[in-house]
C-alpha cells in the first residue's frame, strides 16, 4: 500500500509503514507541512500531542480544513498543565509527555482499532526528550516506528533543531525513512 505525501520537494508517495522526521526550527510554523500530511489520502489519523492542548489541536485541523470525524487527539500536555480534561472518543489523554509508555499504548490502541489508510502525527519528539531523557525518547520514537510498520500506518514526528545538539538531530535522523527539514524562511528539503 501506498500513501500520498503532500510535502513539498519529497516524494509524491512513500509505502505503507514510512516514518518521516520533520526538523524545524524551534520558532517554525509546521502547521502547515503538518495538516497537509493529515488530511491527504487518509481515512484515520491519530495527533499525539505532547505540545499543545487538545483544544489548540482542534483549533489548528478545523483551520486547516483537516477532517476533524477522521481525527483522534491524544493530549500528553494538558494533565501536566492542569487543565481541564474532557475524555471522548476523539479525544484522550496521558499524564504527561514523558509518560512515553502510555503514548506508546495509545497509539497502539488507535492503530489496532482502525482500519484503512492510517496516519500518525507526533508533535513533539523535543517534549519528549525535555520531560523524560534522550534515551527514552529514541527508544519511545522505535516502539512508534515499529508499530507503524505493523499496522501499514505512516508517521510524521516533529523534531526542533535549534533546541537539540546537532548528535541528538543525528540520532534521531537514523531512525527514519525520510527526514523533511524546514528552514527560517519556509524551505523545504528533504531525502529519502
Known amino acids: 500500500m501506498e500513501y500520498a505525501l503532500a510535502i513539498e520537494n519529497a516524494p509524491e508517495s512513500v509505502p505503507a509503514g514510512t516514518g518521516v522526521l520533520l526538523v524545524h526550527p524551534s520558532t517554525a510554523q509546521t502547521d502547515r507541512i503538518d495538516t497537509d500530511f493529515l488530511k491527504t489520502d487518509t481515512d484515520h489519523l491519530l495527533v499525539v500531542s505532547t505540545r499543545t492542548t487538545a483544544r489548540e489541536v482542534e483549533q489548528k485541523l478545523e483551520h486547516y480544513e483537516v477532517d476533524e470525524d477522521s481525527a483522534?487527539?491524544?493530549?500528553?500536555?494538558?494533565?501536566?498543565?492542569?487543565?481541564?480534561?474532557?475524555?471522548?472518543?476523539?479525544?484522550?489523554?496521558?499524564?504527561?509527555?514523558?509518560?512515553?509508555d502510555a503514548i506508546v499504548d495509545r497509539v497502539e490502541a488507535f492503530l489496532d482499532s482502525h482500519e484503512g489508510?492510517?496516519?500518525?502525527?507526533?508533535?513533539?519528539?523535543?517534549?519528549?526528550?525535555?520531560?523524560?531523557?534522550?534515551?527514552?525518547?529514541?527508544?519511545?520514537?522505535e516502539d512508534l516506528l515499529e508499530l507503524l510498520a505493523e499496522y501499514d500506518a505512516v508517521g510524521l514526528f516533529h523534531l526542533a533543531r535549534g533546541v537539540h545538539e546537532d548528535d541528538t538531530?543525528?540520532?534521531?535522523?537514523?531512525?527514519?525513512?525520510?527526514?523533511?527539514?524546514l528552514d527560517e524562511d519556509g524551505a523545504v528539503t528533504a531525502r529519502f
Not at 489508510?117 to 523524560?132: F, G, H, W
Open 169 to 181: 538531530v543525528a540520532s534521531f535522523s537514523e531512525l527514519f525513512d525520510g527526514v523533511v527539514e
Open 72 to 100: 483522534t487527539i491524544l493530549d500528553a500536555i494538558s494533565v501536566e498543565r492542569g487543565y481541564t480534561r474532557r475524555q471522548s472518543d476523539r479525544v484522550q489523554y496521558v499524564s504527561a509527555p514523558d509518560n512515553l
Open 117 to 141: 489508510k492510517l496516519r500518525v502525527s507526533v508533535d513533539s519528539i523535543t517534549e519528549m526528550v525535555y520531560y523524560a531523557d534522550e534515551k527514552r525518547a529514541i527508544a519511545a520514537v
